[in-house]
């Protein structure tokens, strides 16, 4: 299995213009969940789709971010607009839906917002 | 609310000494624990994962966790570690709705 495929791996953008973030999840798992990791905060997790479904969004830090998730094999997270604070590497990952499930993590996209 | 504190920010260690992580949670119902790795711009890598039965686990790359329920414990152990362990390392304890609640990580700093 290729494991969870994220893209792009590296962003660089002017504060104020959109981005957009893709993640596939294994092929299989049905949870899907978007985390960013800054030096400040640790790793914070965004939100959580059970079968392309928002389960908890509450870790959105505002309306600025949204995500979706059309189908089983496509996400997506979308800032709009983006802020200097934004910057940080966010990373998808995906698993099956019990408890006692193993997450798997993609490689991460690092975003810098200038 | 469950939660996880990792004791130790950093730990530095010399080559083929042993290691210690420590990590404690708070839970109020079913304890599944989790230790994850990270390598330099890199992905989390799952280690291992205690869900039930033998309170000591064993993971990849040699290292072991022993989950201790009256200390509310899981700390993580490897007997001899290598400059390729230097990484930062994530404890975590599952939450509502297949949640992961992470530590703050600690950073492993193995050296010559």
């Known amino acids: 299995d290729a494991g969870v495929i994220q893209s792009p791996r590296h962003e660089v953008t002017e504060m104020g213009q959109e981005v957009t973030l893709r993640c596939k999840p294994i092929s299989g798992h049905n949870s899907l969940f978007w985390y960013r990791q800054t030096m400040m905060r640790g790793l914070e997790l965004l939100i959580y789709f059970n079968n392309n479904v928002p389960i908890d969004d509450s870790g959105m830090p505002e309306d600025r971010f949204s995500a979706k998730m059309p189908n089983a094999s496509f996400s997506t997270l979308k800032i709009q607009p983006s802020e200097p604070r934004d910057s940080a590497v966010y990373f998808c990952?995906?698993?099956?839906?019990?408890?006692?499930?193993?997450?798997?993590f993609g490689p991460g996209t690092r975003l810098l917002v200038l | 609310a469950q939660s996880v504190t990792q004791l130790d920010s950093q730990v530095p260690v010399f080559e083929e000494a042993p290691v210690e992580l420590r990590c404690n949670y708070s839970s109020s119902v079913s304890v599944y624990l989790f230790w994850y790795v990270q390598y330099p711009n890199q992905g989390l890598q799952l280690l291992l994962k205690y869900l039930s039965g033998s309170t000591l686990v064993k993971g990849i790359n040699g290292f072991e966790a022993e989950f201790n329920k009256s200390q509310t414990s899981f700390h993580l152990r490897k007997p001899s570690v290598h400059i390729s362990d230097t990484a930062e390392y994530f404890c975590?304890?599952?939450?509502?709705?297949?949640?992961?609640?992470f530590g703050a990580g600690t950073r492993l700093a193995v050296h010559p």
């Open positions: 975590a304890v599952k939450g509502g709705y297949n949640k992961l609640i």
């Open positions: 990952a995906s698993s099956r839906d019990s408890i006692q499930e193993t997450q798997y």
